[in-house]
């Protein structure tokens, strides 16, 4: 466990009688309103001073509400210093609307619409798509790109083509660990890091795994392979919260992400577990 507070660069809060989202009802598991106390319930000693809220797959045309819900969650809780929004980015320029009304709001940071629930993840390569992502540097915005490791081919295309864009690549490009399968994932995130815009969120990851019966030793060599390619400067921690309760405690990631950099030094694992995120998600201004 590190021994000092670290940040979750990938935390998703709900209020279930707020708001709709549809996805949960498959997820009987997940659909409770889950805030700020039942994430310090779960954490456990697990010490956190920083949270980044990512969008959770609200209903259509409830994003900009579930925007100011989470901001005034973040106005009585100053962990709460950074938001990953939903912006529908299909809509091309005319997505300005939606970033001017985003922008009020001081904790937001970047956006991210799902790509992973696509039936053709070449949706991200539409005309429209790409305009309205080549938008984001000007409001001070970063991407998050959240694909299946099918879909990442798609992923890494959006990344040239936005240069000027900052990419989060959301849990690590969610490989099929299940099946134990490795290429073409494994390629294409060396192809993602070669790419200088595009940094790694380590989140998410025991969830690609078998969720009832998953090994650590199964998980260790995809988690190394994406701190190997992209280098501790750009790699961050998310826990995935709710989501990751699916398969295992809040602490046991931490335990095991630990196990991986075992022999990393200080100041890699503070890079890992606080510093990229703080500097791409900018959480000191």
């Known amino acids: ?41 779960a954490r456990g000693k697990v010490e956190v001073d920083k949270i980044v809220f990512a969008e959770v797959a609200i209903d259509p045309g409830l994003h900009l509400a579930e925007a100011a819900f989470i901001q005034g969650l973040a106005d009585r809780d100053a962990r709460l210093c950074g938001m990953v929004a939903h912006a529908p980015l299909e809509k ?16 937001l940071r970047g956006i991210r619409r799902l790509i992973e629930t696509e039936r053709d993840p070449s949706i991200c390569l539409a005309p429209a ?15 998050d790109i959240c694909v299946k490791h099918w879909g990442l081919v798609y992923g890494i295309e959006l990344a040239r083509r936005c240069p000027e864009t900052t990419f989060i690549l959301d849990h690590i490009g969610k490989p099929d660990i299940r099946h ?7 390629g294409q995130i060396r192809e993602m890091a070669a790419l200088p815009n595009v940094v790694c969120k380590v989140s998410g990851v025991i969830t690609e795994a078998d969720h009832a019966h998953w090994q650590k030793d199964e998980v260790k060599p995809y988690i190394a392979h994406v701190i190997e390619a992209f280098g501790f400067d750009r790699v961050m921690y998310g826990s995935d919260w709710t989501v990751s309760s699916l398969t295992h405690p ?36």
């Open 129 to 143: 798509f790409i305009e309205a992502v080549k938008l984001l540097p000007r409001h001070g915005l970063t991407f």
């Open 180 to 186: 134990r399968l490795r290429e073409p994932w494994w």
């Open 92 to 107: 091309g320029a005319a997505i300005e609307a939606d970033l001017v009304a985003l922008k009020q709001h001081r904790s």
């Open 1 to 41: 466990m590190p021994n000092f507070a670290i940040v979750d660069s990938h935390v998703h809060l709900y209020d279930v009688e707020r708001f709709r989202y549809g996805w949960l009802d498959a997820v009987p598991k997940l659909k409770r309103t889950s805030l700020l106390a039942d994430f310090d319930a």
């Open 250 to 285: 809040y602490p046991v990631f931490v335990e095991l992400l630990d196990e991986v950099v075992a022999g990393a030094s200080e100041a890699d694992r503070r890079k890992l577990y606080r510093d990229t995120a703080i500097r791409i998600y900018r959480l000191d201004e």
